[in-house]
């Protein structure tokens, strides 16, 4: 499989609630990026965060870089039920070749 | 600005036969990826394109192939269909100003090929 780890795989939380997940990484990079898919469709960008950088915010979201780790966190404050979607991290190895995390999927309730 | 463009969008093939996928990308993006998306599998890479020349190619058989024109247009074709092929096959384009992946990707919807 060339995908990375990404926890947890699902995540059920009340609207109002914050989600975290998780992806780690094996190589180096120079930036990672969060992805979100709703239902089998097509991927909406949320948030691309580079090598250099520690925290990023857009929004609702706020995803965090540890490169010492190997890790980055991404954080849904505030959850509505229109968040419900599964979440995939995305980076690229050296060579072009793209890596996805195993995705989380996240349910809100209403 | 319209986005990335996947034709079709659903198709249903029997096994042994070949199919043809088309991804038209944003406009000035020169870069194209294509990515299978399975329950068990996750979203695995397939290929990369960047100004008609492949770049990287994930690991699949080789019956799994693809090309760019030089209109940033993208085709993948996979020959001998076989039942585990059945997937949403999903392409994405990126404007690269340095060829390097640097950029977010913009998805297409997604073609849904059942093997059957």
């Known amino acids: 499989s060339q995908q990375g780890e990404e926890d947890p795989q699902a995540l059920s939380i009340q609207e109002g609630e914050n989600a975290t997940m998780n992806c780690s990484y094996k190589?180096?990079?120079?930036?990672l990026q969060w992805y979100r898919q709703n239902s089998g469709r097509g991927l909406v960008h949320l948030i691309l965060?580079?090598?250099?950088?520690r925290e990023k915010h857009s929004g609702r979201l706020r995803v965090t870089l540890d490169t010492s780790k190997k890790s980055s966190s991404l954080l849904i404050t505030a959850s509505r039920a229109a968040d419900t979607a599964s979440y995939f991290c995305?980076?690229?190895?050296?060579?072009?070749?793209?890596?996805f995390g195993a995705g989380t999927r996240l349910f809100v309730k209403a | 600005k319209a986005g990335v463009t996947q034709t079709p969008r659903y198709l249903i093939k029997t096994r042994g036969q070949q199919v043809t996928l088309s991804c038209s990308p944003i406009?000035?993006?020169?870069?194209v990826s294509w990515y299978q998306q399975t329950p068990g599998q996750g979203l695995q890479f397939l290929f990369e394109?960047?100004?008609?020349?492949?770049?990287n190619k994930g690991n699949f058989p080789g019956r799994f192939s693809g090309r760019q024109f030089s209109n940033s247009r993208s085709e993948m074709n996979v020959s001998t269909l076989e039942l585990g092929d059945s997937a949403l096959y999903l392409c994405?384009?990126?404007?690269?100003?340095?060829?390097?992946?640097?950029?977010?990707?913009?998805f297409g919807q997604g073609t849904r090929l059942t093997v059957v």
């Open positions: 994405a384009s990126s404007f690269l100003r340095d060829g390097l992946m640097n950029t977010e990707a913009f």
């Open positions: 190589t180096s990079i120079n930036n």
């Open positions: 965060i580079r090598s250099n950088e």
């Open positions: 995305l980076y690229y190895t050296g060579g072009f070749k793209t890596i």
């Open positions: 406009s000035g993006h020169r870069s």
């Open positions: 394109y960047f100004s008609e020349t492949q770049r």
